[in-house]
């Protein structure tokens, strides 16, 4: 069973989907690795590395043709894929359903770390979102820092003192939490705010205080329930008061293959001070958490408060990322291989078993079809908007 690693083609993307270290694992358990010349150049992983770990150095035809399975971070090229043959990545099928159509339809098997059950204890080894999630909200307050034309600690010097500054996570997921920690390891004064209140004690436990409005979201299970339109108004207008109190403001809202939620609107950036920065980690080509911001842009608005469209962070961190991202699809990769009946490496075969309940959450094509309820689910519902 052949595995290949392609370079990563999109642009700015600097992660590879896996780093030597992981390729004497595959080998151990009797899968050949083949890696894309200069797959890992940017991360920091030479090709040397690759061949001293085992694995064999192709072209990109000579490892498209060869490959029973591709690994890839993003999408992969679904022209270069045949029938047979396996992919491996984050295809964000919610995002891009199409994508899962086509490679159906060139009987390629699509298993995307997107859908993965993230509740499942044996699935938090393989559990990409999460990791990179951790590496984004590292760099998304690095990226604050930078943009920030005074200092995060409190500095008395034989100049003056300068104030800490005020620091706002909106969101309090994996990645959320991890800005909060990465900005009080950076001195400044921060809190958090998330709409599930069961997360007061994580931001508390980082040292952060956290924000509580008088119109709680609070659900069943821990889950935050819809608001009315009247209660989501009075939520946005005191948050905007929260808002305006602070220097710095990260968001980090997602919701996959749907347009993230607004939490900062234009009246909001109105009231925050000139020399203000906010970090929209939400931003995509959908929208973005913020009003006004751009993917892959920093823009300064009339009242100087600089926006920061901050697209794909974790491959700005690409070797971090690359380790533990390698690591995931390593783990998935291993929990699919069948060894056939004799156990012999010769019979190596991934095992398509979509009633296991992790496969039924990343298997999103197989056997010429989409399989993934809620991806085929996206595909008759666009079928039937065109037919309408």
Excluded: C
């Excluded at 694992?25 to 040397?48: M, N, Y």
């Amino acid at each position: 069973m052949k595995v290949a690693v392609v370079k990563e083609g999109a642009p700015g993307e600097r992660r590879v989907a896996l780093v030597p270290e992981a390729v004497q694992k595959l080998s151990q358990a009797g899968l050949e690795v083949l890696v894309e010349k200069g797959a890992g150049d940017s991360a920091w992983f030479p090709d040397e590395m690759y061949e001293a770990a085992g694995a064999t150095i192709a072209t990109s035809d000579e490892l498209y043709a060869a490959a029973d399975v591709i690994l890839t971070v993003t999408r992969p090229e679904p022209g270069r894929l045949r029938a047979g043959q396996a992919v491996i990545g984050m295809l964000a099928p919610l995002t891009e359903p199409q994508l899962a159509l086509i490679l159906a339809e060139r009987g390629v098997t699509a298993i995307s770390l997107d859908g993965l059950p993230r509740t499942l204890s044996r699935a938090q080894g393989m559990d990409a979102l999460t990791s990179q999630a951790n590496v984004a909200g590292y760099k998304a307050t690095l990226v604050a820092a930078e943009a920030y034309g005074r200092f995060f600690p409190l500095l008395i010097t034989a100049a003056g003192t300068a104030r800490p500054a005020k620091l706002l996570v909106l969101g309090t997921g994996v990645a959320g939490l991890q800005a909060i920690g990465t900005a009080r390891r950076l001195g400044a004064q921060v809190s958090g705010y998330d709409v599930r209140p069961a997360s007061k004690g994580e931001v508390e436990s980082l040292g952060a205080t956290f924000i509580e409005l008088s119109i709680s979201a609070a659900g069943e299970g821990g889950y935050a329930r819809e608001l009315t339109a009247e209660e989501r108004d009075a939520q946005q207008a005191e948050l905007a008061g929260h808002i305006a109190r602070h220097d710095v403001v990260i968001t980090t809202a997602q919701v996959p293959g749907r347009r993230p939620p607004q939490l900062v609107t234009a009246s909001a950036v109105e009231q925050m001070s000139p020399g203000s920065v906010i970090v929209d980690m939400g931003s995509s080509p959908l929208g973005g958490n913020v009003a006004g911001s751009v993917p892959g842009q920093a823009i300064v608005t009339p009242n100087g408060v600089t926006i920061i469209g901050a697209e794909n962070l974790a491959a700005t961190v690409p070797t971090a990322a690359s380790n533990a991202y390698s690591r995931n699809i390593s783990a998935l990769l291993l929990s699919m291989v069948n060894a056939g009946d004799s156990g012999a490496s010769e019979h190596r075969a991934l095992n398509i078993d979509t009633t296991d309940e992790i496969q039924a959450g990343v298997v999103v094509a197989h056997g010429g079809e989409v399989v993934h309820p809620a991806v085929a689910k996206l595909l008759a519902d666009q079928t039937a908007n065109q037919g309408s």
